[in-house]
Every structure is written in C-alpha cells, then in structure tokens.
C-alpha cells in the first residue's frame, strides 16, 4: 500500500520556523516529481512547492519565497520543507504530493499529482 506521511506541523508564533516532512512508503518516488500543497481556512487548496525528481529544480508560490525551502532525499524516500519567518497568512493543512509521471518536470496543478498526505495542521499566531 503506498502512503505518504506528514509529520513537523504545530502552533507557532508569527516568526517561528518550521519544518515539515513527508515520508513515503509503498513504492519509491525518487524518479517522480513532488510538491508541498496547502489548504487555508475556507480557503482553495494551493500550492506551495515542488521539486524536481534529482531535486535540482525548485519552484515556489510567490508568497513564501526566500522563506521556505523545499528539498528532498531520495535514498530516504522523504520531502522536506524548512519554514521560516511564518506569518498568519501560512496558517493551513499541509499537504505533500507525488507527481503521476516519472521524470517529468515540476507542476502546479494539483491534478498533476496521483499521491497525497493526509496533512498536517501549521497555525501560525500573531
């Protein structure tokens, strides 16, 4: 059975740090794409970053540039994402992703995306 895992999130303070991971287990996802979504408070689900499948191509939402770093260990089959300098606004449910195609380059859309996390909670106080 393939699983995606999150674990890392909390209550912190606006900015606090934190770092999220998601673990996989099942199959491996060293040749897939993967991504970190999130899900605001009547909010949409967004996304918020992704990482090419060596882990040398990095993308991110405007908002959490230069505060969030996403990477990954293959060898480990796990993602990361470093939170930094959080603000009320990251408060959310986040979510970690698998890309449905080996290989392939880092995406946006959700739809790209065959395995999901449960999620994990992140809320940001002010």
């Known amino acids: 059975q393939v699983q995606l895992v999150e674990s890392g999130g909390g209550l912190v303070q606006a900015g606090g740090s934190l770092r999220l991971s998601c673990a996989a287990s099942?199959?491996?996802?060293?040749?897939?794409?993967m991504a970190w979504f999130r899900q605001g408070p009547g909010k949409e689900r967004e996304f918020v970053a992704a990482?090419?499948?060596?882990?040398?191509?990095?993308d991110y939402l405007d908002s959490v540039k230069g505060r969030f770093t996403i990477s990954r260990d293959n060898a480990k089959n796990t993602m990361d994402l470093q939170m930094n300098s959080l603000k009320p606004d990251d408060t959310a449910v986040y979510y970690c992703?698998?890309?449905?195609?080996?290989?392939?380059?880092?995406?946006?859309?959700?739809?790209?995306?065959?395995?999901w996390g449960q999620g994990t909670q992140v809320t940001v106080s002010s």
């Open positions: 992703a698998a890309d449905k195609r080996p290989f392939g380059s880092t995406r946006r859309i959700d739809f790209g995306y065959d395995y």
């Open positions: 099942g199959r491996t996802f060293s040749t897939y794409p």
């Open positions: 990482i090419s499948w060596p882990g040398s191509v990095t």
